[in-house]
């Protein structure tokens, strides 16, 4: 079945360790996307890539780096400039146009100590 | 700028009763609309979508959901909850021209069912 996943589903990390998320998707979509999640702050735009080789970003990329160098595949890093990194990570794609649903992965639980 | 409200963080219902969960957007031209549906430690799966046409929308698991441009509103209704119901909803808005590559979607903070026997 085609889908998005994500790995690993629970992560830890010391504080001042860059730790990369991972993200692939089998459903041949073109765009890509990072959510991070917090509670009662619903989701919130990390970075998107509509293509491969190029991506944005969205409103809380600082302490964030991405890479799109396959189609399938969209990795997140969280770096140590990021001031607080412990948080659940949602990755999504969705065909284009931009007006097409997203499809989301079950998502990465980040906590950093 | 766009965005998203959802005035209800958390609403409380009795197995059976009928729900309606409040989104009000805001953007200069026709969205295009989603609500989606989160359970713990889970993804968002999507409920379902208003692109054009028809304003009163059908999802899954029996939702239902009605665009009130004059409002900015776009509701999403059930008529009998159903206690699997009991998870966080969120609606999202759409910003970009229809048809272009280019856009991202804009999501409301979300609202949490409990759903009482």
């Known amino acids: 079945d085609g889908g998005i996943t994500q790995s690993p589903k629970y992560l830890f990390r010391k504080e001042g360790q860059n730790v990369t998320l991972s993200c692939e998707q089998n459903?041949?979509?073109?765009?890509m996307y990072w959510y991070r999640q917090d509670p009662g702050q619903g989701l919130r735009l990390i970075y998107y890539?509509?293509?491969?080789?190029?991506?944005q970003k969205g409103d809380i990329a600082e302490g964030y780096s991405v890479s799109r160098e396959k189609k399938e595949s969209f990795p997140l890093t969280v770096t140590s400039a990021q001031k607080n990194p412990t948080a659940f990570y949602l990755c999504a794609s969705s065909m284009l146009p931009a007006s097409s649903p997203l499809h989301f992965g079950n998502g990465t639980r980040l906590t950093v100590t | 700028a766009q965005s998203v409200t959802q005035p209800d963080i958390h609403i409380t219902v009795s197995e059976g009763a009928s729900l309606e969960l409040r989104c009000n957007y805001s953007y200069g031209a026709t969205p295009y609309l989603f609500w989606y549906v989160q359970s713990p430690g889970q993804g968002l799966q999507l409920l379902l979508k208003y692109f054009s046409g028809d304003t009163l929308v059908q999802g899954i698991k029996g939702f239902e959901a009605e665009f009130k441009r004059s409002q900015s509103s776009f509701n999403l209704r059930k008529p009998s909850v159903h206690w699997s119901d009991a998870a966080e909803y969120f609606c999202?808005?759409?910003?970009?021209?229809?048809?272009?590559?280019?856009?991202?979607?804009?999501f409301g903070r979300g609202t949490q069912l409990t759903v009482w026997p």
């Open positions: 459903l041949n979509h073109d765009a």
């Open positions: 999202a808005v759409g910003a970009g021209d229809r048809g272009s590559t280019l856009g991202r979607l804009y």
């Open positions: 890539s509509q293509i491969v080789n190029d991506f």
